[in-house]
């Protein structure tokens, strides 16, 4: 699931995925993607969304604000989760705004994903980006050089006030 630029580190993770699964035969049961921007003009990645969906991916698209040629769905990256199946064997990847992290992150324990398979970034945290300042130092951990993408169970054993 990604909000707005949130889909620029996701895609390479897609790409690959796609990638090992016409190498190896059951590398990827399936991928869907849930994406959420402010207007259809932001949306990013449009060529490789569309070859993305010739390739099997379920591409949902979400906008908070439609212009005169937008015929999808409007409305929040969460309500997209409605409408897709998730259990205890989803691995689910969440980069976006703050906000957006968190409420899709509740949404998806709500719908039986495992902590231990929903995966965020921090590095709204990382100053420096090489653990010298250590600005994004978080209980044992340096953003920086721990991260920095963690699961919700890493993060639920350490002091994370606000995920992003």
């Known amino acids: 699931m990604a909000g707005g630029i949130g889909l620029a580190p996701l895609k390479s993770v897609i790409d690959h995925c796609l990638f090992q699964s016409g190498v190896e035969e ?16 932001n949306i990013a990645f449009k060529r490789a969304i569309g070859k993305w969906q010739e390739q099997g991916v379920d591409v949902q698209l979400t906008v908070d604000k439609k212009d005169t040629q937008w015929k999808g769905n409007i409305g929040l990256v969460t309500d ?43 590095e709204r945290h990382m100053k420096c980006g090489m653990g010298l300042c250590g600005h994004c130092h978080l209980d044992s951990k340096l953003v920086c050089i721990d991260g920095p993408v963690f699961s919700v169970s890493e993060l639920t054993k350490i002091d994370v006030m606000e995920l992003s």
């Open 26 to 41: 059951d590398a990827v049961l399936s991928i869907s993607l849930l994406y959420g921007n402010r207007n259809p003009s």
């Open 80 to 122: 997209l989760l409605d409408t897709t199946s998730t259990d205890n064997e989803t691995t689910a990847l969440v980069c976006g705004p703050p906000l957006m992290i968190r409420f899709v992150i509740d949404k998806l324990k709500s719908l039986g994903c495992e902590d231990t398979n929903i995966f965020t970034t921090l």
